[in-house]
T-cell receptor, first 115, second 114 residues
Framework: EAGVAQSPRYKIIEKRQSVAFWCNPI?????LYWYQQILGQGPKLLIQ????????DSQLPKDRFSAERLKGVDSTLKIQPAKLEDSAVYLC?????????????FGPGTRLTVT | AQSVTQLGSHVSVSEGALVLLRCNYS??????LFWYVQYPNQGLQLLLK??????LVKGINGFEAEFKKSETSFHLTKPSAHMSDAAEYFC????????????FGQGTELSVKP
């Protein structure tokens, strides 16, 4: 079974530029999560989708971050414009459903450096 | 609000020694509890989890953790460290009715000396 796929793996941009990350979850997983992991910290949830609907985006900086999961499968996270403090690893995870009974499987992440 | 505290950002042990990584949580209701491991440039992998039932949980790679409600703790242990255990370890909690969101501690980096 293929795991969670993410691309690109690494991205370097200048502040005020825009960037987009892509995630393809495990086939059949209805729930998709985007986490931000700043160096030296644990991951923090940015947004959670159930199929193509948003369940939780309370910690998403909506003035610059956006995310979509149009067909309930793959997802894109965008930052526009980027700030220095957005430098982090962006992790995508998926699960069959959004409860503790179902394991969240994580992708390898996209490491973003904003200069 | 729920939170997770991992005591010690860096832990170093000798190969063959006991591994003990500490995790305490704050929550009005005991949440689901998880330990994840992260190897360099990789995503997180689930080591073990506690949802209900037996409070001593066994996971992969010889790790286990015990849920102690009275101490609000979920410490991770392994009797004998191996060089391949060197990685970052994260404790996480999940509320029963908040859609699956995981709240992570800040992580503990485990080093294993030969």
């Amino acid at each position: 079974e293929a795991g969670v796929a993410q691309s690109p793996r690494y991205k370097i941009i200048e502040k005020r530029q825009s960037v987009a990350f892509w995630c393809n979850p495990i086939s059949g997983h209805a729930t998709l999560y985007w986490y931000q992991q700043i160096l030296g910290q644990g991951p923090k949830l940015l947004i959670q989708f159930q199929n193509n609907g948003v369940v939780d985006d309370s910690q998403l900086p909506k003035d610059r971050f956006s995310a979509e999961r149009l067909k309930g499968v793959d997802s894109t996270l965008k930052i526009q414009p980027a700030k220095l403090e957005d430098s982090a690893v962006y992790l995508c995870a998926s699960s069959l459903a959004g409860t503790g009974d179902y394991e969240q499987y994580f992708g390898p992440g996209t490491r973003l450096t904003v200069t | 609000a729920q939170s997770v505290t991992q005591l010690g950002s860096h832990v170093s042990v000798s190969e063959g020694a006991l591994v003990l990584l500490r995790c305490n949580y704050s929550s009005s209701v005991p949440p689901y509890l998880f330990w994840y491991v992260q190897y360099p440039n990789q995503g997180l992998q689930l080591l073990l989890k506690y949802t209900t039932g037996a409070t001593l949980v066994k996971g992969i790679n010889g790790f286990e953790a015990e849920f102690k409600k009275s101490e609000t703790s979920f410490h991770l242990t392994k009797p004998s460290a191996h060089m391949s255990d060197a990685a970052e370890y994260f404790c996480a909690v999940q509320a029963h009715n908040q859609g699956g969101k995981l709240i992570f501690g800040q992580g503990t980096e485990l080093s294993v000396k030969p």
